[in-house]
C-alpha cells in the first residue's frame, strides 16, 4: 500500500519560509517523479513544483519561481519544498504526489500523479 505523508505546515508571517517533507512508502521511491500541488479554498488545485526520479530536473508553476525550491533524498525516500519570501496568496493546503510513470521526467500535469498524499496546511498571514 502505498503511502505519502506530508509534514511541515503551519502558520507564518509574510516573508517568512517553511519546509514541507513528504514521506513516501510502498514504493520504490526513487524510481519515481514526485511533485507538488496546492489548492486555496474555492479555487483549483495547482501545480507548485515537481522533481524527476533521479532528482537533475525541477520544473515549478509561475508562482513558485525563484522563492520555491524542490528536492529529494532518495536514501529517505522523501521530497521536500523549501517555500521561502512568503505570501499571503500561498495560503492553500499543499499535497505531494508521485508519478505514474516510473523513470519519468519532472511532470506539472496532475493526470500524470497516481499517488497522493492527505495534504497539509499553510497558512500565511499579512
Known amino acids: 500500500q502505498v503511502q505519502l505523508v506530508e509534514s511541515g505546515g503551519g502558520s507564518v508571517q509574510a516573508g517568512g519560509s517553511l519546509r514541507l517533507s513528504c514521506a513516501a512508502s510502498?514504493?520504490?521511491?526513487?524510481?519515481?517523479?514526485m511533485g507538488w500541488f496546492r489548492q486555496a479554498p474555492g479555487k483549483e488545485r495547482e501545480f507548485v513544483g515537481s522533481?524527476?526520479?533521479?532528482?537533475?530536473?525541477?520544473r515549478y508553476g509561475d508562482s513558485a519561481k525563484g522563492r520555491f525550491t524542490v528536492s529529494r533524498d532518495n536514501a529517505k525516500n522523501t521530497v521536500y519544498l523549501q517555500m521561502n519570501s512568503l505570501k499571503p496568496e500561498d495560503t492553500a493546503v499543499y499535497y505531494c504526489?508521485?508519478?505514474?510513470?516510473?523513470?519519468?521526467?519532472?511532470?506539472?500535469?496532475?493526470?500524470?500523479?497516481?499517488?497522493w498524499g492527505q495534504g497539509t496546511q499553510v497558512t500565511v498571514s499579512s
Open positions: 504526489a508521485s508519478a505514474t510513470a516510473s523513470y519519468g521526467g519532472a511532470t506539472t500535469t496532475q493526470g500524470q500523479y497516481r499517488y
Open positions: 522533481i524527476s526520479w533521479r532528482g537533475g530536473t525541477t
Open positions: 510502498g514504493l520504490t521511491f526513487s524510481s519515481y517523479g
